[in-house]
T-cell receptor, first 110, second 113 residues
Framework: DAGITQSPRHKVTETGTPVTLRCHQT?????MYWYRQDPGHGLRLIHY???????DKGEVSDGYSVSRSKTEDFLLTLESATSSQTSVYFC?????????FGPGTRLLVL | SQELEQSPQSLIVQEGKNLTINCTSS?????LYWYKQKYGEGLIFLMM?????EEKSHEKITAKLDEKKQQSSLHITASQPSHAGIYLC?????????????FGKGTRLHILP
């Protein structure tokens, strides 16, 4: 258990509404990541962070923003949710070059 | 950019049979990770391989990295229902400080009782 929690675990929202997903770790690891997982595409990196207030874009960052004001929390925001953002979102931390994943958040955008 | 291809995409085997999943990279692998994902759950780290020819085992699962470091295989001996799930390989992009990993699309494994 890498001490990673995600909230909420499930969410249904409507197109155009903002949504924030939270990733929380208990061990103060420096690197954190947000991925989305979709059939046919596998896991794709959205954004990542290498420290407080230090973030960078991943492969599929359009329509997403992130913030990291504390080491333990990494927030992913969908500024105006679209149906194409319906997905399963995973947070991960890096521990000695190995990534460990949270349980995921299932998001449905209607 | 580096790409990972997994084969097969899906696999159905009888309980007790052996099976192999392959992961092929378009570039040299600096680190190769294997994860397992149960349906509807998060990813569980299995093993990491870094050296050409390296082989690691965990219970009945063995992973190997070829000498050229462009292909890895995951072998399950005497499969059990608990082995069912999605297996993903991931590659260290070796782009510096960020520990980023790119993933293959996964192999879905079903075990028939």
């Amino acid at each position: 258990d890498a001490g990673i929690t995600q909230s909420p675990r499930h969410k249904v929202t409507e197109t155009g509404t903002p949504v924030t997903l939270r990733c929380h770790q208990t061990e103060n690891h420096r690197y954190m990541y947000w991925y989305r997982q979709d059939p046919g595409h596998g896991l794709r990196l959205i954004h990542y962070s290498y420290g407080v207030k230090d973030t960078d874009k991943g492969e599929v960052s359009d329509g997403y923003s992130v913030s990291r004001s504390k080491t333990e929390d990494f927030l992913l925001t969908l500024e105006s949710a679209t149906s194409s953002q319906t997905s399963v979102y995973f947070c991960a931390i890096s521990v000695r070059e190995t990534q460990y994943f949270g349980p995921g958040t299932r998001l449905l955008v209607l | 950019s580096q790409e990972l291809e997994q084969s097969p995409q899906s696999l159905i085997v009888q309980e007790g049979k052996n099976l192999t999943i392959n992961c092929t990279s378009s570039k040299t692998l600096y680190g190769l990770y294997w994860y397992k994902q149960k349906y509807g759950e998060g990813l569980i780290f299995l093993m990491m391989l870094q050296k050409g020819g390296e082989e690691k085992s965990h219970e009945k699962i063995t992973a190997k990295l070829d000498e050229k470091k462009q292909q890895s295989s995951l072998h399950i001996t005497a499969s059990q229902p608990s082995h069912a799930g999605i297996y993903l390989c991931g590659a260290d992009t070796n782009l510096g400080r960020d520990d980023k990993i790119i993933f293959g699309k996964g192999t879905r494994l079903h075990i028939l009782p």
